[in-house]
């Protein structure tokens, strides 16, 4: 049993180590980073008050795909989170410890759900996440155990926020980086950059959480909308727009960072 294991275990390892599964993955991260600054231009035009497509990465294909060759740039972004996903499902059979097994699984489940609305978009469908999202949980909560999967669903969004802005103030996604050998201002910029991000993404997430609670709590479906419905109380309330602008930098800074992570991320 042991023997079969190891030998498993080596075959997924030259999976994983596959150069051309490597070149698609650092591909996606360029991608990944695009996706994150057109979705901070979104969050611009949330804050603005004018017309704005879904505020959340949905949204953000939608806009690459309404400009000139923005198919083949969606399609590229696909391929590249896809090849992403393969990369975190190879990790996560290799990895031993259960806590970085739950990581990468994490990873690969967004990274297809990413994927998921980019192939939508690209076959047309300009069908937004966020009223899926509003959809489904009006129909759970429309009985009690509905209610409590909305709530749990909304418990564990907002813990996300919070582990990621943690990751990104106590600089823990350094771990994941070959920045080593390179020059102090190349390493001060990929940790400012990954500071800034880790945060916004972890508010924006963390109030996202939060409205799911209150959506099961009140009975109030709308607010059940993810990133959408986040940065859109945020723009009703006194001084959103300024904190919007400063998620907005947060998730540019995020993009930035996503594409250092094309070059120094440990693949």
Do not use: C
């Not at 390493?187 to 209150?214: D, M």
């Amino acid at each position: 049993m042991s023997s079969l294991s190891s030998r498993a275990r080596g075959t997924v390892s030259r999976a994983a180590d596959n150069p051309t599964l490597e070149r698609l993955t650092r591909a996606g991260f360029i991608g990944y980073g695009i996706l994150h600054l057109l979705f901070a231009w979104v969050i611009v035009r949330v804050a603005s008050g004018g017309p704005a497509a879904d505020g959340d990465q949905s949204g953000a294909m939608q806009e690459i795909a309404d400009e000139p060759f923005g198919l083949v740039l969606v399609v590229a972004i696909v391929v590249g989170l896809v090849a992403m996903a393969v990369w975190q499902v190879l990790e996560m059979l290799r990895e031993r410890r259960p806590t970085e097994r739950l990581a990468s699984a994490g990873r690969a489940a967004f990274y297809l759900y990413l994927a998921f609305s980019g192939v939508k978009v690209v076959r047309g469908k300009k069908s937004s996440s966020a009223d899926t999202q509003q959809d489904t949980a009006e129909g759970l909560l429309a009985s009690s155990g509905g209610r409590v999967a909305v709530l749990v669903a909304g418990l564990v969004l907002a813990g996300l926020g919070g582990w990621l802005a943690f990751v990104g103030v106590t600089g823990r996604f350094e771990k994941h980086l070959r920045v080593g050998e390179t020059a102090a201002a190349t390493r001060r910029l990929v940790r400012r950059l990954g500071t800034a991000g880790f945060v916004a993404k972890g508010l924006a997430y963390g109030i996202a959480g939060v409205l799911f609670v209150l959506a099961a709590w009140r009975y109030e479906p709308d607010r059940a909308r993810g990133l959408d419905a986040a940065l859109r109380t945020l723009a009703g309330e006194p001084y959103g727009t300024g904190l919007l602008l400063v998620v907005a930098a947060g998730f540019a800074a995020y993009g930035l960072f996503a594409v250092t992570e094309a070059r120094f991320r440990k693949v």
